[in-house]
Nanobody
Framework: QVQLVESGGGLVQAGGSLRLSCAASGRTFSSYAMAWFRQAPGKEREFVAA?????YYADSVKGRFTISRDNAKNTVYLQMNSLKPEDTADYFCAAGSSYYSRNYYRENEYAYWGQGTQVTVSS
């Protein structure tokens, strides 16, 4: 069982930066694929970034967001730069055991989810 707790969300102006953190419980954190998804108001949840043996990004955030992990701290991060109003959403951290899966962008690859943290980007 893995429990995930996100933090770092908030209100920021367009062009600004935020860093989200996701703290995970459990002693096998390093063996999990980790991901960030987001859900904007009135829209479906969408893939943002994932990290396992490599890092993957949605086209909409490539070059602006960076996912990283610190296995010693059981934490995954999402550094978000050059934020845009369209990045406004609830951001969710997810963990899955399919470390080498090519389906890293699919929600059903992840068994464990956090409660989410809200990010609001003002124009």
């Amino acid at each position: 069982q893995v429990q995930l707790v996100e933090s770092g969300g908030g209100l920021v102006q367009a062009g600004g930066s935020l860093r989200l953190s996701c703290a995970a419980s459990g002693r096998t954190f390093s063996s999990y694929a980790m991901a960030w998804f987001r859900q904007a108001p009135g829209k479906e949840r969408e893939f943002v970034a994932a990290i396992s043996w490599s890092a993957y990004y949605a086209d909409s955030v490539k070059g602006r967001f960076t996912i990283s992990r610190d296995n010693a701290k059981n934490t995954v991060y999402l550094q978000m730069n050059s934020l845009k109003p369209e990045d406004t959403a609830d951001y969710f951290c997810a963990a899955g055991s399919s470390y080498y899966s090519r389906n890293y962008y699919r929600e059903n690859e992840y068994a464990y989810w956090g409660q989410g943290t809200q990010v609001t980007v003002s124009s």
